[in-house]
């Protein structure tokens, strides 16, 4: 028998920020990514153009600098971000969420 306790975390980054969240500079730092991502997406950008736009910001805000640069620039890096943002757009749906 195998029992399991889940904890879910708020990783909004304004969720984040507003809790002062310095545990995890890299938890933070991709919080921003992924914020950024949806603020580019929101603006009418490409899925791609997003994706660069949003690294470019995390670079002038020094965020993410734990994982290496050339790291955020591979494709296994935008596909997490893809799947993190499609869950939080379903999250979103189905609770009603903003």
Same mark, same amino acid.
């Given at each position: +028998?195998?029992? *399991? $306790?889940?904890?879910?975390? @708020?990783?909004?980054? %304004?969720?984040?920020?507003? !809790?002062?969240? !310095?545990?995890?500079? @890299?938890?933070?730092?991709?919080?921003?990514?992924?914020?950024?991502? &949806?603020?580019?997406? $929101?603006? *009418?950008?490409?899925?791609?153009?997003?994706?660069?736009?949003? $690294? %470019?910001?995390?670079? $002038? &805000? !020094?965020?993410?600098? &734990?994982?290496?640069?050339?790291?955020?620039?591979?494709?296994?890096?935008?596909?997490? *971000?893809?799947? +993190?943002?499609?869950? *939080?757009?379903?999250? !979103?749906?189905?609770?009603?969420?903003?």
């Amino acid at each position: +028998f195998l029992q *399991a $306790k889940a904890m879910a975390l @708020d990783i909004r980054y %304004e969720s984040l920020k507003r !809790q002062n969240y !310095q545990h995890r500079d @890299d938890l933070l730092g991709y919080s921003y990514y992924i914020d950024r991502t &949806e603020h580019h997406l $929101k603006e *009418a950008h490409s899925l791609h153009d997003a994706h660069v736009l949003a $690294k %470019e910001d995390c670079r $002038k &805000e !020094q965020l993410l600098l &734990e994982v290496p640069l050339s790291y955020i620039d591979r494709e296994e890096f935008t596909d997490m *971000a893809n799947i +993190f943002l499609k869950i *939080a757009r379903d999250g !979103q749906i189905y609770y009603g969420l903003p």
